[in-house]
């Protein structure tokens, strides 16, 4: 059964907030939970589905709770609400208006976009290691390194530690010339970026240059105690049982471990089990370690790459199901 429900915005410029650019909020309202959207003054009037134009009138108001709250409300997040919504879990995202993670070099506050961003961030507040999982664009590396600048800059941490396996992404990068750093950046780029973007070249180069910052391949951890720092290991899907043990025991006094990786991006060869899984399974009661599982409702790149790996999602499951009953 149809019917018709109106939200109304407390002033033009909420309203204009949760409308977006061009109307393109409330297209994806209209798009996403199959229902009419327009506007009458104050007032915006869903009609449809008895059930749609309920979920839909939830994001609405939980929208207008963000903009009154000072918040941008753009299309990812309103994409974002609609799936929370049709959990019944609209109103979490009015829990992402307070607080920053950090502030970058040019002076934009950092928040978290998402639920599970959020939880994952106070993990790594309250944890001594913390074990991101889940898929690209979540914020997994990128959040972890905002909160390691922030703890250097609050002396909470002496030095910034980030290292990846340098296994090659199914595709062979070949001899490259030059000295370890040289062979090594195109494996840590990511990291680079993250950080330059946080501290800005010249403070960055600095701080390299001193030794508070290091950026090494996960080999070159062997043998050390780690005291003192804060340490990020990035794409620890690719770590072998065996690395992840040696990773995590190089923890010393005064240190902070945050582990992330993607559990549908392994380039291990065949047969070799991800340190990552297997850590996660052994680790994730151990007083002081947290895993914390993101999603692909936590992505916050573009909203297609949410549908991307979903769609890669669904295949690796139809595969699996495949391959289960020919056993």
Do not use: W
């Amino acid at each position: 059964m149809d019917i018709e429900r109106r939200v109304t915005a407390a002033n033009i410029d909420e309203l204009s907030k949760v409308l977006g650019t061009f109307d393109e909020n409330l297209s994806a309202i209209s798009r996403e939970l199959k229902v009419v959207c327009r506007v009458d003054q104050l007032d915006i009037i869903i009609s449809g589905p008895d059930e749609n134009v309920h979920i839909a009138k939830e994001v609405v108001k939980n929208l207008l709770v963000l903009a009154e709250n000072g918040e941008r409300v753009d299309n990812g997040r309103t994409v974002y609400c609609i799936e929370l919504a049709k959990e019944g879990r609209a109103s979490d995202i009015t829990k992402l208006s307070s607080g920053t993670v950090g502030v970058t070099f040019r002076g934009k506050p950092i928040k978290c976009k998402t639920v599970g961003q959020k939880a994952y961030v106070d993990a790594i507040k309250k944890n001594t290691v913390v074990f991101g999982v889940g898929p690209a664009g979540t914020g997994k590396t990128y959040l972890a390194v905002c909160l390691a600048v922030q703890a250097m800059k609050q002396k909470q941490a002496e030095k910034i530690i980030l290292t990846r396996p340098a296994v090659e992404a199914g595709e062979k990068l070949g001899f490259l010339p030059g000295d370890l750093q040289t062979k090594v950046d195109p494996y840590l780029r990511p990291l680079y970026d993250a950080l330059q973007e946080m501290l800005g070249v010249e403070s960055y180069t600095k701080l390299m240059e001193r030794g508070a910052i290091e950026i090494a391949p996960l080999a070159y951890m062997r043998g050390r105690t780690l005291s003192n720092a804060f340490i990020i290991l990035d794409e620890a899907q690719n770590t072998t049982k065996e690395q992840m043990k040696m990773f995590l025991t190089r923890l010393g006094d005064g240190s902070k471990m945050v582990i992330t990786g993607d559990a549908s991006q392994i380039d291990l060869p065949e047969g070799k089990r991800s340190g990552l899984i297997h850590a996660t399974g052994l680790l994730k009661e151990v007083e002081g370690i947290s895993v914390i599982n993101l999603t692909d409702k936590d992505v916050v790149r573009n909203t297609l790459v949410m549908r991307i790996v979903r769609a890669y999602d669904k295949e690796s499951v139809g595969r699996n199901k495949i391959e289960n009953q020919t056993d």
